[in-house]
């Protein structure tokens, strides 16, 4: 007997899964497409750069001199490993501290804020840190003695103006670090630890730390009488020292506002008596101080709502 015979089913699905089809005498079975594949597991931890010991998250250290980087590094353990963020070469490994340990990726990327502010934002963008710091050398404006370390919690772009024939108008422009960087850093400071960490400090130096703001450009000032020493003097009052990247790493953090970024920086010279036989001198020294409160820093920083 013909059990379909006179029966017309319109797509009515069976317990099996199966859709018939048909009319008088016939009957089409269409089997139902088959569930989607899982997707791909997602990539196990140990492949990403910053896994290790500790619970902290990764940080990216960024130098823009030889000096800068070898004193990060003199900091830094195994396992080493490296990782190539649009040609730039980021050396791996661990900082060790008294509260955590932290992956850390180094690089030395060159002078000037723009490729500061380009590097930062292809980092964060690659690498996706807890943590960014810029660690580095600076010349003392006032205030301050070489070997001492500021921590910037303002940089001037003291470059942006305009000229006229016997006019310079300022419109100097200010990045800032985020409010729980600043905290932070403002603790490093107050508990007077961080000189312990100084690797071969140099004798009789006592380096303090300071969280000031400072001035940022592309011209090497190598005299306190220089026109531009005089504009720094006079339209970034608040300034303590004067480089050239702080304010493309803060602009680069600006445009990617995911995680903390913060400039350290060692006092190397002040802008009197500034000559290449006293850099050679103290521009190591003043790397190996800054070195040693950023880690110092890394070991105690914990992002916002962690």
């Known amino acids: 007997m013909n059990v379909n015979k006179g029966v017309t089913n319109h797509g009515h699905m069976n317990i099996d899964g199966v859709v ?17 594949a899982d ?62 340990s932290r992956r850390v990726a180094l690089a030395q990327v060159g002078q000037g804020n723009v490729g500061a502010a380009v590097q930062v934002e292809r980092a964060r963008t690659a690498l996706n840190p807890e943590l960014i710091v810029f660690v580095g050398i600076a010349g003392g404006l006032k205030d301050v003695r070489i070997g001492d370390v500021v921590v910037a919690d303002a940089v001037y772009d003291y470059e942006s103006g305009k000229e006229e024939e016997d006019a310079y108008l300022p419109r100097m422009k200010t990045a800032a670090p985020s409010h729980a960087a600043v905290q932070r850093a403002m603790d490093t400071v107050f508990r007077q630890e961080w000189q312990e960490r100084i690797a071969d400090p140099a004798p009789g130096l006592r380096p303090r730390g300071f969280v000031k703001p400072i001035a940022a ?53 002040m802008l009197t008596g500034k000559d290449a036989a006293s850099d050679e001198v103290w521009q190591p020294v003043a790397a190996r101080n800054a070195a040693a409160f950023a880690c110092a820093f890394m070991d105690l920083f914990t992002p916002e709502g962690s």
Request: hydrophobic fraction near 35%.
């Open 217 to 269: 450009g592309g011209k090497l000032v190598a005299h306190e009488r220089a026109r531009t020493a005089e504009r720094i003097r006079a339209h970034c009052g608040g300034a303590v020292a004067l480089e050239m990247e702080g304010y493309g790493v803060l602009h680069g953090a600006y445009l990617n506002a995911d995680g903390a970024v913060v400039v350290v920086r060692g006092i190397s010279d």
């Open 39 to 100: 997707p791909p597991p997602a990539p196990e931890a140990e492949d990403r750069w910053d896994r290790g010991p500790g619970p902290a998250g990764g940080a990216v250290v960024i130098t823009a001199l030889e000096c800068e980087y070898r004193a990060v590094a003199e900091h830094m353990t195994g396992p080493f490993g490296e990782e190539s963020v649009s040609g730039t070469l980021y050396r791996t490994g661990t900082v060790r501290g008294a509260t955590r």
């Open 20 to 36: 018939s089809v048909g009319d008088d005498n016939t009957v089409t079975q269409h089997q139902a497409p088959p569930p989607p």
